[in-house]
Nanobody, 122 residues
């Protein structure tokens, strides 16, 4: 079993920045990819970004490219999501997930965190 704990959410004005963190209790061959998803009220959970622990390469949703940056600290088993130029449409609960394959689909991820709220005011 792998536990994921997110932190760093909050309330920010449009144009502001936030950094989310996700600490993993351990890493296994089943969790070589870490991803961020988000879910706005009344909407489906959607992919935001993904990164692998040991292989270079990242993946982003088109809606966040150029504004969000995913990174990792392998020594701390922690993944970060730096969010800049935030927009009201970025509002939602952000979930950290662990899986394989740098996928954008929820089915690529086996473990999920509890989520952290991000609210962007206009």
């Amino acid at each position: 079993q792998v536990q994921l704990v997110e932190s760093g959410g909050g309330l920010v004005q449009a144009g502001g920045s936030l950094r989310l963190s996700c600490a993993a209790s351990r890493r296994t061959f089943l969790t070589e990819t870490m991803g961020w998803f988000r879910q706005a009220p009344g909407k489906e959970r959607e992919f935001v970004a993904a990164i692998r622990w040991t292989i270079e390469g990242t993946r982003y949703a088109d809606s966040v490219k150029g504004r969000f940056t995913i990174s990792r600290d392998s020594a701390k088993s922690t993944v970060y999501l730096q969010m800049n130029s935030l927009k009201p449409e970025d509002t939602g609960v952000y979930y950290c997930a662990a899986g394989r394959g740098l996928g954008t689909d929820r089915t690529s991820y086996t473990y999920w965190g509890q989520g952290t709220q991000v609210t962007v005011s206009s």
